[in-house]
């Protein structure tokens, strides 16, 4: 996957929850629901933000940025901020 696919995809994760508040502000789906959703889409947020810096670190360092891999789901919700 590279840096541009990553990007394209944390692009239709934003707008996918973008949509979602949207469809819970007009009533449209229900507090579990959207709580359900939204915490998924932040876990594959924080995934490919993961895997972004991952990329442009290995390329700092003079690797090879296709080494870098998706880390779990466990792993990267476990990162301190």
Known sequence: MSEHDVLARITEL???????????AEGALGQEAERAQLAELEV??????D???QRRARIDQGGDPNDAQV???KQVEGYLQ
């Open 71 to 73: 880390n779990p789901a």
């Open 14 to 24: 934003v707008d996918r929850e973008h949509q979602l508040r949207s469809k819970a």
């Open 44 to 49: 594959q947020l924080d995934q490919c933000w």
């Open 51 to 53: 895997l972004l810096r």
